[in-house]
Nanobody
Framework: QVTLLESGGGLVQAGDSLRLSCEVS????????MAWFRQSPGKQHEFVAG????????YYAGSVEDRFTISGDNAKDTVYLQMTGLKPEDTAVYSC?????????????????WGQGTQVTVSS
């Protein structure tokens, strides 16, 4: 069983930066495809960023690709989402997700394990 634990969310102002962390346990990070999704009230999960293996080329949603960076540390079994230039429309619960399939998926149902999420609120 894989467990994902996110941290690092909070309340910030527009233009600020935050770094989210996702600690992985139960399986080695280097065997997983990892992604970050976000969800606003009343909406479905929205893909944000993903990486098939740490060190491979990441992939992003168009709305964040020039502001967010996904990375990871295999030694710490932790994935990060560095967010800069935050906007009020980035406000959401951010969740990390893991898949055992080495495919650059942007689809929520293709991920096998999910964290509980961390709230990011950006004020204008």
């Amino acid at each position: 069983q894989v467990t994902l634990l996110e941290s690092g969310g909070g309340l910030v102002q527009a233009g600020d930066s935050l770094r989210l962390s996702c600690e992985v346990s139960g399986r080695s990070l280097d065997s997983l495809t990892m992604a970050w999704f976000r969800q606003s009230p009343g909406k479905q999960h929205e893909f944000v960023a993903g990486i098939t293996r740490i060190g491979s080329r990441p992939y992003y949603a168009g709305s964040v690709e020039d502001r967010f960076t996904i990375s990871g540390d295999n030694a710490k079994d932790t994935v990060y989402l560095q967010m800069t230039g935050l906007k009020p429309e980035d406000t959401a619960v951010y969740s990390c997700a893991a898949s055992k399939i080495p495919t650059a998926s942007r689809v929520a149902y293709e991920y096998d394990w999910w964290g509980q999420g961390t709230q990011v609120t950006v004020s204008s």
